[in-house]
């Protein structure tokens, strides 16, 4: 089964801790994307990655942080800079040829 | 910068009703929009994929139409089904960015 992976579904963070939120696909997706979600607000990306080892601060990239040494893993940390986390985090992969994006389940923190 | 607005934000049809939720955007410099749909705590499903050289994508009771020119897109729903409730989102594709609109929160009552 091809898809996208995300974990845990629940998260729960202390004031001053950092956690990571995993994201895997089996997709063989070149770029990779982190979303924030807020009651009534659309999606807003936190950051991409276009390319192993590389990626780019999206709109609200403060307070968060990323790493891609494999093409198919793109773990999200939320560090205690951010002082606002609770949100629904949503990873998305796309092929580089094409332009529509696919989902994973999404974690709650 | 691109702005998505989505509207009716909520909206309450009963079964069998066909329905229509509307999506606008600022800049028309699109490469393409894309319909999804999320279910409560869940994450986005893909609906329909609009390039931006295409007016409408179909695919069941789902008909997605594009107008550049005017900024908008509608989904228009047929027969509408109490599992069609979920919230639906638009998104425009510029480049390399995507921007999300709020959503419709929308119930179809048996």
């Known amino acids: 089964d091809g898809g996208i992976t995300q974990s845990p579904k629940y998260l729960f963070r202390k004031e001053g801790q950092n956690v990571t939120l995993s994201c895997e696909q089996n997709?063989?997706?070149?770029?990779m994307y982190w979303y924030r979600q807020d009651p009534g607000q659309g999606l807003r990306l936190i950051y991409y990655?276009?390319?192993?080892?590389?990626?780019q601060k999206g709109d609200i990239a403060e307070g968060y942080s990323v790493s891609r040494e494999k093409k198919e893993s793109f773990p999200l940390t939320v560090t205690s800079a951010q002082k606002n986390p609770t949100a629904f985090y949503l990873c998305a992969s796309r092929i580089s040829s094409g332009y529509e994006q696919y989902f994973g389940p999404g974690t709650r923190l | 910068k691109q702005e998505v607005t989505q509207i009716p934000a909520a909206l309450s049809v009963p079964e069998g009703e066909n329905l229509v939720l509307n999506c606008s955007f600022t800049d028309s410099a699109i490469y393409n929009l894309q319909w999804f749909r999320q279910d409560p705590g869940k994450g986005l499903t893909s609906l329909l994929l609009?390039?931006?050289?295409?007016r409408e994508q179909t695919s069941g009771r789902l008909n997605a139409s594009l107008d550049k020119s005017s900024g908008r897109s509608t989904l228009y729903i047929a027969a509408s089904q109490p599992g069609d409730s979920a919230t639906y989102l638009c998104a425009v594709i510029t480049d390399n960015d995507m921007r999300f609109g709020a959503g419709t929160r929308l119930t179809v009552k048996p």
């Open positions: 997709l063989n997706h070149d770029a």
């Open positions: 990655s276009q390319i192993v080892n590389d990626f």
């Open positions: 609009i390039q931006s050289s295409q």
